[in-house]
């Protein structure tokens, strides 16, 4: 009885984080990506982001493979978070739930950490599917591997459902910024790339799923959200000098673009505030546009960012 209760108390050796909310159609097949890993040292937490359709009906078919935590609808940066709170396994890894793994994806990313102490994190390869067919990733999404902080400044080049990581580095970087509501990944991954290589497995271990029209990484003006993580990376004081100059180019970039873009749009006050951004080029004492959560500049989540009708909530 002894040696089940310790066996049972036990960390696991990877802890899966799965964040939804209003997926009914997809969390399952994600689940089950999981459950037939041919790792089994795992431990799986779902978080329930608020859904408001029988997400949380079709999560009880798997009650007892994995906990459940339900909370109100706070966005996929806090989700994930509250499942790393919730976790126990020194590795942690995360799947969207309109994503899929592959069977051996836990083995071969654990595997990999076995044979590399001191990488902190790795991500694997992806095929992007959208409504059942395969897409071709243009050649500027081809992942990399190491350094190459200076690359991922201008789009995300990590997938959260390809990625695995330590969780020593969360401890010391931090989680996902819950003042994002979009870009939380190109955020994370840029404070990672500051200091450590991102390794990669070359090889397919993810089916990524889109052209639902809950996804949010296709919400329009999106680049505000990147803008806003830049600007916390150049203010941190954390950047050497040849990071800090890359950063302060793609700001700028960013913001001439996004504040023709609020030009065109009628949104005039908007786009002063990006151009007087550009002025200052980031740096603290500019003005209005600080980097501060309430900041109005900031404020408006994906649904708001453009006048297309039908605009949706965001989902995870």
């Known amino acids: 009885m002894m040696l089940m209760t310790a066996e049972k ?12 909310c209003n997926r009914e159609q997809m969390v399952a097949q994600a689940v089950e990506s999981i459950l037939t890993q041919d790792f089994k040292d795992y431990e799986l937490i779902v978080v329930d982001d608020g859904s408001t359709d029988n997400t949380a009906d079709v999560l009880q078919c798997y009650e007892g493979s994995m906990r459940l935590i339900r909370q109100s609808n706070r966005g996929v940066s806090a989700a994930r978070n509250a499942g790393i709170a919730a976790s126990r396994g020194p590795l942690i890894a995360f799947l969207d739930s309109d994503d899929l793994w592959r069977p051996r994806k836990l083995s071969l990313q654990t595997a990999f950490f076995h044979a590399h102490p001191n990488a902190v994190v790795c991500q694997t390869e992806e095929r992007w599917m959208r409504n059942g ?37 969360l401890e010391e970087i931090g989680g996902f910024d819950e003042n994002l509501p979009a870009c939380e990944d190109y955020d994370l991954w840029l404070r ?20 639902h029209a809950d996804q949010l990484s296709t919400a329009p003006g999106l680049d505000r959200y990147r803008i806003r993580s830049l600007l916390k ?25 996004y504040a023709d873009g609020c030009a065109k749009r009628g949104r005039l006050t908007e786009a002063a505030r990006y151009r007087r951004l550009m002025v200052t080029g980031g740096e603290e004492g500019g003005g209005s546009m600080q980097a501060r959560s309430g900041d109005a500049a900031f404020r408006r989540r994906p649904e708001e960012m453009s006048a297309t009708p039908g605009a949706m909530r965001p989902k995870n």
């Open 192 to 211: 990672i790339g500051i200091r450590y290589p991102i390794h990669l497995i070359n090889a397919v271990l993810v089916d990524k799923r889109g052209g």
């Open 233 to 257: 990376l150049i203010r941190s004081g954390k950047l050497n000098s040849t990071q800090h100059h890359a950063a302060k180019t793609v700001l700028l970039r960013k913001c001439r673009i």
């Open 9 to 20: 108390n036990r960390a696991p050796q990877v802890s899966v984080v799965i964040p939804t």
């Open 133 to 169: 067919r395969q897409l071709n990733p243009r050649k500027y999404h081809q992942k990399a591997a190491g350094y190459f902080f200076e690359r991922s400044l201008e789009r995300c080049l990590v997938s959260p459902s390809a990625a695995m990581l330590r969780r020593t580095v």
